[in-house]
């Protein structure tokens, strides 16, 4: 592996550190959600939310649609797959 998958994976690492975004993929996993279907599941604000999905999309997890004044979130299984096959590969 290079330097620069190091770098990439790193990112999601990090972002996987806040048991709040864990959370949030997890809800993600089974299909799209509103942004407003995703905060009646968490005790936290409109802001606080949107700080957690920027940081997973920049990590390149998770994918937004906006529809009107919402915004729609899914996994980005690509990702999550890259993901699953850089830890794999770190184990053997």
């Known amino acids: 592996m290079e330097k ?7 990112k999601i690492i990090k972002a ?3 048991i709040n975004r864990m959370m ?8 799209e ?10 005790d936290i604000t409109q802001p606080t939310l949107s700080h957690h999905m ?6 390149g997890l998770v994918i937004s649609r906006k529809e009107g004044k919402w915004t729609h979130y899914s996994l980005n299984m690509d990702r999550v797959e890259q993901f ?4 794999s590969n770190l184990t053997s």
Do not use: P, R, T
């Open 24 to 31: 949030i993929l997890n809800n993600l996993s089974g299909g």
């Open 4 to 10: 620069k998958d190091f770098e990439e994976n790193y």
């Open 84 to 87: 699953q096959i850089f830890i």
């Open 33 to 42: 959600m509103c942004a407003c279907k995703l905060l009646e599941k968490f």
């Open 16 to 18: 996987l550190s806040d």
């Open 54 to 59: 920027k940081i997973l999309s920049e990590c």
